[in-house]
């Protein structure tokens, strides 16, 4: 029993890497953009079904296949924003005005991408073919770690502490905490306000893709919904984060990969299921902030 | 009249009073999905008091009301901590807690759903509920509670400082919300003769937001023309049935980007432009507004 927990633990903070890594590119976005983007879920997706297709047409090594995942995952939201959400910015509303207004312009794009996915893939899980890439699994005493496993986990946190460097301490990230903190005032000092966004976006979504690829490494398949499940997930844990903290973020991604794996241990199967939704309502009712936002009034 | 127009009008009736109970919410500053869940819990009401309860249908729907009344103002509780997309986010955590209880539950059939609801639901008794509730809607935003509603909706720090108790404005609608989404649930199992959990998910979700936003935010009257128009297409454009994700998706980002007031607001623009000129030569302003 203690070494299937120990092995669940692992699993779980395994899968926390790969949320962490979606969620990081959703809460960049909503501190920069103020926009709750619906259809990052489908960068994830697209960059991964993506990859899998350039796999299975075969002749590529793995570096390729990344490159086709991250650039695929960056143009897709450079598209959803040039229709969806940069219309909305050149009609200067109101800050309440524009967070709806691009939910719902983010909701439709996601509509769309799903349903064009899903035709895409003909409703069928797709998988990696083996050729591209070859699974070991390594013992250590009672517990199995696949090279994937590390490899995923690995890649994770490194894009992770990079993107935590670049907010903190490049030109770069300074310039983007100044937008986040009022367009205005950014133009003002002379930031390429619009450059910027389409830059975050496009990073944003190159780790969404990154995220997808990752995934479908570990868990096989993928599918066209795989990104919208993923979605609610990454909601909960930037609300359990509270926004601009990247530590929250991998608070929060562990709290939901380990109830996710070990949980399935413990939890009944309607708790269970329900968990990252009765996250978020406990988070938001207890602490509206996150567990390790700051007060509501600075977003950055 | 066709049966399929019998039964396409009986579900424009029944999305049309979910989509109403979701413009309240909206109208009065707080966004909640929550109706979808209360959708749900009158459905489901249908269902197991025909399969469990043993009770007659009247008595079921009593149960689903009497519930919905008393916990939609809670489920509107949060708004007091927490308002915009995060109060938006709660109540679709509401929704899916839900959607992910009944589909765990023994009781109420898991995965699979519950089979024989009898098919009780007929256009007149849709049509009078659906006249109730644009009644109801109506009643709350007109007049003074109306504008407190509207003025609730746009600013409620402003409101609050004209002396217009936001909060218990929201409870209010929390309960009506409730009640009129668990009614049109119980139409809904009553119409389609079962009930299972992927009927009351994100997809459905989606499908009312759609309606709102396409009708037109701000009236009730908004919320019913979504509802019809979003309902009918694709019976009117059969080829659009295959794409309709894709057809949904589209219109709801054209909607809001041309035309934020909606079908509503498009209509109204066209009475003004359809009268005759000396009217509008008046009005200098509203021409200015129109050309726009």
């Not at chain 1, 269970?272 to 509501?296: K, M, Y």
């Amino acid at each position: 029993m203690t070494n299937l927990i120990l092995q669940q633990c692992l699993n779980g903070l395994v899968l926390a890497c790969n949320y962490t890594l979606f969620a990081l590119g959703l809460s960049v976005i909503w501190g920069v953009l103020k926009v709750l983007n619906l259809a990052h879920a489908e960068m994830f997706t697209f960059g991964a079904l993506a990859a899998v297709f350039a796999g299975q047409a075969g002749g590529f090594p793995l570096p390729v296949v990344f490159a086709i995942a991250v650039v695929t995952g960056g143009v897709l939201a450079l598209i959803v924003d040039t229709i969806a959400f940069w219309p909305l910015r050149m009609k200067s509303l109101s800050v309440e005005d524009f967070e709806l207004s691009s939910l719902i312009t983010s909701l439709g794009a996601s509509t769309i991408l799903v349903s064009l996915a899903a035709r895409w893939t003909n409703n069928q899980a797709v998988s990696m073919p083996p050729g591209v890439f070859t699974v070991e699994a390594w013992r250590f005493g009672p517990l199995v770690l696949t090279n994937v496993q590390v490899i995923v986990s690995i890649a994770a946190l490194l894009l992770t502490a990079v993107t935590w460097w670049v907010v903190r301490h490049s030109q770069f990230g300074r310039a983007l905490r100044g937008l986040a903190y009022s367009t205005d005032m950014a133009k003002v000092v002379g930031i390429r306000t619009e450059t910027l966004y389409r830059a975050t976006l496009f990073a944003c979504g190159a780790l969404a893709a990154t995220a997808g690829l990752l995934l479908t490494i570990l868990m096989g398949s993928v599918d066209a919904h795989s990104g919208a499940n993923l979605m609610l997930k990454a909601i909960a844990i930037i609300v359990l984060a509270g926004s601009g903290s990247i530590l929250g973020l991998l608070v929060g991604a562990v709290i939901l990969g380990l109830g996710e794996t070990v949980g399935t241990l413990f939890l009944p199967n309607v708790i269970q299921s329900a968990l990252p939704f009765l996250v978020i309502l406990v988070v938001l009712l207890a602490r509206p902030s996150g567990l390790f936002g700051r007060s509501e009034a600075v977003r950055t | 009249m066709g049966a399929e127009w019998t039964a396409t009008l009986m579900l424009c009736g029944i999305y049309s009073m979910t989509a109403i109970a979701t413009q309240l919410g909206m109208m009065c500053g707080a966004f909640s999905l929550a109706p979808i869940g209360w959708m749900a819990i009158g459905a489901y009401a249908a269902a197991l008091g025909a399969t469990r309860w043993m009770v007659g249908g009247f008595e079921a729907l009593l149960i689903a009301l009497a519930v919905a009344a008393l916990l939609g103002p809670v489920v509107m509780l949060p708004v007091r901590r927490i308002s915009g997309l995060y109060f938006a986010l709660v109540s679709l955590a509401f929704v899916l807690v839900i959607q992910s209880v009944v589909s765990h539950l023994e009781y109420t059939g898991g995965a699979l759903g519950i089979f024989g609801v009898p098919l009780d639901t007929d256009l007149p008794v849709v049509v009078a509920a659906l006249v109730l509730s644009a009644a109801a809607a109506a009643f709350l935003s007109s007049g003074r509670r109306g504008r407190a509603l509207r003025a609730a909706g746009q600013d409620a720090i402003v409101a609050q400082a004209m002396g217009v108790d936001v909060f218990r404005l929201q409870l209010a609608v929390g309960a009506v919300g409730a009640v009129i989404a668990a009614a049109s649930g119980f139409l809904y199992a009553g119409y389609i003769g079962y009930v299972d959990p992927t009927q009351f998910g994100f997809s459905l979700v989606v499908q009312i937001i759609v309606m709102v936003i396409v009708g037109g935010r701000g009236s009730w009257v908004g919320a019913i023309i979504g509802a019809c128009f979003i309902t009918m297409l694709p019976l009117v454009l059969r080829p659009l049935a295959e794409w309709r994700d894709v057809f949904n998706g589209a219109l709801l980002i054209a909607v809001v980007l041309l035309l934020p007031g909606g079908l509503v607001e498009m209509a109204k623009l066209t009475l003004r432009r359809a009268r005759p000129a000396p009217a509008a030569a008046l009005r200098p302003s509203l021409a200015n507004e129109e050309s726009r």
